[in-house]
């Protein structure tokens, strides 16, 4: 079955100070029913587990978010965006037969079925979602200015954020925080466009995921996984 959710949200958008400043913020819920997960299931055939996606569980994700732009002057300004939220199953029993998994849920219910068969049902109601961080950050600041033969300069830094977040359902496996800091410096005429950045500037290793995944940008690829750390990468264009 599709996976279904509700959200509610209420926000507000504002500009003030004669348009110097935009502040936009909102908070929202959203109901997850059926939401779809890896989880175990009896084979009617076999009476054997295997593993499936399928509609096990309900959850809830409460937050808030905050977005902001405020131009200090005519060559200056600076963007804010944040995300707080707190994202729990309400509702989530998987069956296992696997130590390990009994052992990480700390809790087991016998359940058995019309053949007699019998398995274990774990209880991770209240552990939170995976890939959810609790807080997440991103600081944007521009600063530009001409030249006397009507060239631009352009100097922009984006500083990104985001907490712990569990990657398993047994809120016993998580990547810890990182920030990630990038660089950019232009130079831009009528018919000519230079820009020289630096990724990573700070060297921060912490993963990024758990899985292999490929992240494009000035064509250029890099790679974070979960036990290969992103180093600090100086390119020109």
Known sequence: EAEEMTVYELGMKSTMMDGK?????DIFLQDFTDK???TQVVNADTGILQSRTTNAAKAEVRGVEIDAQYFINDNFSATLSYTHMNAKYKDFTRLTAGA???ANA???TIVTDASGRSTCSIDLTGNPLENAPPNAMSLGLNYNWETSNGATWVAEADIMFQDDRYIDQFKRVYL???????LRLGYITDNLE???FIDNAFDDTEARSEEHTSELSHTVISYAVFCLKKKKKIKTR
């Open 36 to 38: 779809q997960t890896a």
């Open 106 to 108: 700390g809790n087991c």
């Open 194 to 196: 230079i820009t020289a």
């Open 21 to 25: 400043m935009r502040f936009n913020a």
């Open 100 to 102: 390990s998994n009994i």
């Open 176 to 182: 810890e925080g990182y920030y990630k800091v990038d």
